[in-house]
């Protein structure tokens, strides 16, 4: 499915997952998540979850969490992400163009690579419901990001979706995409199944702030509300 359409049948509109109820460690291909935090370490960046800033503005995200270090995610920087996952997408720095990849190719078969990315990096949109089936939802880790090279104001998005199935097209692969910055998502915009992309040198790792701390809080009670 192309993104457009992707995103016009989903009407932007989707749940937060929630997150692992146990403590537990996740490792893949040399990212590392421990559940008692939102942080995901690899080699030489740390990346915060996606999930952790769902619905923030680009702006409200580094002002929670700025001062603990993290900063927007360069595309230079998703891209080397999604290069480590194994993606097969060289993904391009035009911020014009819109990008989308295809993982899986058959409905028997589950994207490990896609799956393990959404475990780290948090499900920002899930539905199960009508016309997708129960059986294999629609989830997916999206988030806002990037340079606004060419400065008009707008960022881009990008994200993982793993595969799924619904009642009109049967099934569908996974994908990892970006958009262009046509949506016009300023640095003040928040989206409901969007994160914002934020990072910080492994080297440069400390404690959350109390306000950081808060937020997360907030997040894990508002997970909460809506399961019930």
């Known amino acids: 499915m192309k993104l457009p359409s992707l995103l016009a049948s989903l009407g932007l ?3 937060l997952a929630a997150m692992p109820a146990s403590a537990a460690i ?3 291909t040399g990212y590392q ?4 935090s939102n942080v995901v370490a690899g080699d030489t960046l740390e990346w915060l979850r996606w999930d952790a800033t769902l619905d923030l503005s680009i702006n409200e995200a580094l002002g929670i969490f700025a001062a603990d270090g993290w900063r927007l995610a360069l595309h230079d920087e998703v891209a080397g992400l999604y290069q480590d996952f194994g993606f097969g ?3 391009d720095a035009n911020e014009n163009t819109e990008q989308e990849v295809t993982l899986a190719s058959n ?3 589950e994207d490990d690579a896609a799956n393990a990315f959404i475990e780290l990096m948090g ?3 899930f539905n199960g419901g009508f016309p997708f089936s129960p059986l294999d939802p629609f989830s997916g880790s999206m988030a806002l990001y990037g340079n606004d090279t060419d ?3 707008f960022y881009a998005f990008t994200g993982v979706n793993d595969d799924f199935a619904d009642l009109f097209t049967g099934y569908n692969a996974g994908t990892v995409f970006k958009s262009s910055d046509n949506y016009a998502f300023t640095a003040d915009v928040g989206v409901n199944t969007l994160g914002v992309a934020l990072v910080r040198d492994a080297s440069a790792s400390v404690p959350l702030s109390g306000t950081a701390l808060l937020f997360g809080a907030g997040v ?3 997970a909460a509300a809506r399961r019930r």
């Open 123 to 125: 499900q920002t949109i």
């Open 89 to 91: 997408i060289a993904l």
């Open 151 to 153: 400065s008009d104001g």
């Open 220 to 222: 894990l009670g508002a």
């Open 26 to 28: 996740i490792d893949y």
């Open 13 to 15: 509109v989707g749940c």
């Open 107 to 109: 409905p028997t078969a």
């Open 33 to 36: 998540y421990d559940d008692s």
